[in-house]
């Protein structure tokens, strides 16, 4: 007995398909769903570990940037030094969208054309809210201050006034400062313009760290960790350091305190947009979560860094983190652009006249 086959005609093929939800026909005339469309992707570079961990939960989930902008969000966590050179070497065609990167290593990117010139201020709304002391050109503007101060141990120096204090042979011995290739390079333009300098000419401070490494054997620290061993061990007693790790000293139970005096070191951090980034509405969106007052104190709580946005309401607990703003006036107002573009030559006159090498 032969089976009759039902002939489908237009109309029904037309009804039954949209009973499916306009499903796609395989063969044996399995309906399956029609695929969705992909999500756009966005990719972050950061420095990595908890660094790393407070972009994604702070910036990209707890902003509620990806929920706004319904994007998968890839990152690229490596040292400063490694994202900067992947940066410049993939500048025609970004691996990445934005980079959080410091004062420093922003303008490098930027002096390399690696860097969007101009933020869409249309998009980027925080963008007056942010001190001009943490803002750079139209490119960058920061989500944490870091302040680098003269740090002081009472029970050996008295309050200082400003850097000259450095020079009292009553501290001969315990002076520190940053070497060249940790924050050096920077701060010797904080000290280059109390003596008068100028980011093209760093004589006056090549000078007068010559003369501190003489008269008063002062001891250059290597990084961050190692001035905070010299500061424990009472190695040190004054030097231009961190104000977020000598709360941390004075946590610990040591007599530290730190003084804002002219032409004191503000370093920053904020996420730059890639120049030929294929999504830049999406990461000047980015940008933007990264400035907004709310955000920049959840920040804070994480690291105790100050937060760059004048808006922000310090909770209780916290005032000492944020940074006073008549403090801001005595900061160093430094050219960045010319202190990178020095960098090098800088360093030899430092290698020859300060270390004596």
């Known amino acids: 007995?032969?089976?009759?086959?039902?002939?489908?005609?237009?109309?029904?093929?037309?009804?039954?398909?949209?009973?499916?939800?306009?499903?796609?026909?395989?063969?044996?005339?399995?309906?399956?769903?029609?695929?969705?469309?992909?999500?756009t992707r966005f990719t972050v570079a950061s420095t990595g570990g908890s660094w790393g961990e407070a972009v994604k939960k702070i910036f990209v989930e707890g902003s509620g940037f990806k929920k706004k902008l319904d994007v998968d969000v890839d990152y690229e966590f490596n040292i400063d030094a490694v994202v900067v050179a992947?940066?410049?070497?993939?500048?025609?065609?970004?691996?990445f969208d934005v980079s959080s990167a410091s004062t420093g290593m922003a303008t490098k990117m930027y002096v390399g054309g690696a860097v969007m010139p101009e933020l869409d201020l249309d998009i980027v709304t925080n963008w007056p809210d942010i001190y001009p002391q943490a803002r750079m050109g139209k490119h960058y503007a920061a989500y944490c201050l870091l302040s680098m101060l003269l740090v002081y141990n009472e029970k050996y120096v008295n309050r200082p006034e400003s850097?000259?204090?450095?020079?009292?042979?009553?501290?001969?011995?315990?002076?520190?400062?940053s070497n060249y290739k940790h924050v050096g390079s920077y701060w010797l333009h904080a000290?280059?313009?109390?003596?008068?300098?100028?980011?093209?000419?760093v004589t006056p401070g090549i000078e007068a760290l010559a003369e501190l490494m003489k008269d008063q054997k002062a001891v250059p620290?290597?990084?961050?960790?190692?001035?905070?061993?010299?500061?424990?061990?009472?190695?040190?007693?004054?030097?231009?350091?961190?104000?977020?790790?000598?709360?941390?000293?004075?946590?610990?139970g040591l007599p530290i305190e730190y003084v804002w005096t002219k032409d004191w070191l503000p370093f920053t951090i904020a996420f730059v947009v890639l120049k030929n980034t294929k999504v830049p509405k999406i990461a000047m969106e980015f940008v933007n979560a990264t400035l907004d007052p709310d955000v920049q104190v959840e920040w804070m709580k994480q690291f105790k860094y100050a937060p760059a946005n004048r808006k922000c309401?310090?909770?209780?607990?916290?005032?000492?983190?944020?940074?006073?703003?008549?403090?801001?006036?005595?900061?160093?107002?430094?050219?960045?652009?010319?202190?990178?573009?020095?960098?090098?030559?800088?360093?030899?006159l430092w290698n020859k006249y300060v270390l004596g090498t």
Request: charged share 30%; no cysteine; aromatic share 12%.
């Open 163 to 177: 850097y000259k204090d450095l020079w009292n042979p009553k501290y001969k011995g315990h002076v520190g400062f």
């Open 221 to 252: 620290y290597d990084n961050t960790d190692h001035a905070m061993k010299l500061f424990q061990r009472e190695e040190l007693w004054i030097a231009p350091f961190w104000d977020g790790r000598a709360r941390q000293l004075k946590t610990q």
């Open 86 to 95: 992947k940066a410049l070497a993939n500048k025609e065609n970004p691996i």
């Open 1 to 39: 007995m032969k089976t009759r086959m039902r002939t489908i005609d237009r109309r029904d093929f037309l009804k039954y398909a949209g009973s499916i939800g306009g499903g796609i026909f395989i063969g044996g005339g399995i309906p399956l769903p029609r695929m969705a469309a992909a999500k």
């Open 191 to 201: 000290i280059n313009r109390f003596f008068g300098g100028s980011e093209d000419d």
């Open 313 to 348: 309401k310090i909770p209780k607990g916290y005032e000492n983190v944020a940074v006073p703003e008549e403090t801001l006036e005595k900061a160093a107002d430094l050219d960045w652009i010319t202190m990178v573009n020095n960098v090098e030559k800088n360093m030899e």
